[in-house]
């Protein structure tokens, strides 16, 4: 079974258009003829435009953060799957820690977000992970399997073709502490599990799990190198060129 690796940057609140602009005139020469892995920038709402104008024709794709689960409708400060594509938008992050715990995310919520997502076609990247109190406690496959379940509610295999998970352990996301390869082969193994009972062994052959929390591009290759490890969602590492450009290249 070979699962092309996903590598994909998530900008959080970092970087103006111009900033986009700048970052992809650097980045984009670094990663031209890559064809190993498949490479996305996921930048902030006002960002999007100016990245995908400048990744056209090129191997890198673009992604939200976040939609809504409403087409459209009364909800300030929201955007949908419909706007996303409309812009041509192909991918997406859903769950995020941070949208957990700043923003009121709850499993519900993730849950309705990826139905619109995956019912609108985009490529749906579902974070989830245990925070360090639910690791010490020895929580940490109870909170993946309850996220997991959580997150698929009624969502069938075939709805599902375009879903990712990002396995991102909290206390890794910005801390510099990085799960080992080995740790974070065993949280995927548990995701892969629950994915089985919840879609069956063969969608769950094929789905990807991304390791996310203080990928660098000095860990990276080790990371990398787990069968059970199919790419990486990258936060601060990915906000320089140069240091996202080897991490892709691990
Ligand atoms: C993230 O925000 O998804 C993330 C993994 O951040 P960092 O790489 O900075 O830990």
Redo the contacts with the bound molecule.
């Keep these: 079974m070979s699962r092309t690796k996903l590598i994909a940057a998530?900008w959080?609140m970092y970087k103006t258009p111009d900033q986009t602009r700048a970052f992809f005139a650097d980045f984009l020469p670094l990663v031209s003829g890559h064809t190993r892995d498949e490479i996305v920038v996921c930048p902030p709402y006002v960002d999007l435009a100016a990245a995908l104008e400048a990744v056209k024709g090129s191997n890198v794709g673009v992604g939200a953060q976040n939609l809504h689960w409403k087409d459209e409708g009364a909800f300030t400060g929201e955007i949908s799957a419909q706007m996303l594509l409309a812009l041509g938008i192909t991918h997406v992050?859903v769950g995020?820690?941070?949208r957990r715990q700043y923003f009121g995310e709850t499993d519900d919520t993730v849950n309705l977000r990826l139905k619109a997502a995956l019912e609108a076609g985009l490529t749906a990247i579902c974070?989830v992970g245990e925070v360090l109190e639910e690791r010490e406690a020895g929580l940490t496959e109870e909170v993946l399997r309850r996220q997991c379940v959580r997150a698929f509610h009624a969502i069938s295999a075939k709805k599902a073709a375009k879903l990712v998970v990002?396995y991102?352990p909290v206390w890794?996301?910005?801390?510099?502490k990085?799960a080992t390869p080995e740790l974070a082969a065993e949280a995927h193994a548990v995701i892969r599990s629950e994915a089985t009972e919840v879609f069956g062994e063969e969608f769950a052959a094929e789905l990807r799990i991304l390791y996310?929390?203080?990928?660098?591009p000095d860990n990276a290759s080790a990371l990398m190198s787990q069968e059970e490890i199919d790419g990486?969602?990258?936060?601060?590492?990915?906000l320089d060129p140069k240091s996202f450009a080897a991490i892709v290249k691990y």
């Design positions: 998530n959080k992050i995020h820690s941070e974070c990002a991102e890794a996301i910005g801390t510099g990085t996310g929390g203080s990928v660098k990486a969602l990258v936060g601060g590492a990915s």
